[in-house]
Nanobody
Framework: VQLQASGGGFVQAGGSLRLSCRAS????????MGWYRQAPGKQRELVAA???????NYANSVKGRFTISRDNIKNTVYLQMNSLEPDDTAVYYC???????????????WGQGTQVTVSS
């Protein structure tokens, strides 16, 4: 199973970016999916998460600006980021709890990370 993230880049404050992360491989089912970020010198933190049924939760710092969504047919999770601020600058990582085919347990997988840089 692999998670491939894309969509990062450089944007001015107030701008928008959309991140995508697609899971591929021998997948039977995907549970929770989410986005985390890690800024230089800081710990990785949860940005947003979404259940298989579509329930979502957000870090307080991004509520009202970011929206997480998923396409269960495409095994893809998205993060729409609006009104970006310099403090949003970080490497963003996607995460998914995946049950591989012919298995019973869910395992947490991580994408490779995509850089988001917001200039003031």
């Amino acid at each position: 199973v692999q998670l491939q993230a894309s969509g990062g880049g450089f944007v001015q404050a107030g701008g928008s970016l959309r991140l995508s992360c697609r899971a591929s491989g021998s997948i039977a089912n995907i549970g929770d999916m989410g986005w985390y970020r890690q800024a230089p010198g800081k710990q990785r933190e949860l940005v947003a998460a979404i259940t298989n049924g579509g329930n979502s939760n957000y870090a307080n710092s991004v509520k009202g600006r970011f929206t997480i969504s998923r396409d269960n047919i495409k095994n893809t999770v998205y993060l729409q980021m609006n009104s970006l601020e310099p403090d949003d600058t970080a490497v963003y990582y996607c995460n998914a709890d995946v049950r591989r085919a012919l298995t019973f347990a869910y395992i947490s997988y991580w994408g490779q990370g995509t850089q988001v840089t917001v200039s003031s």
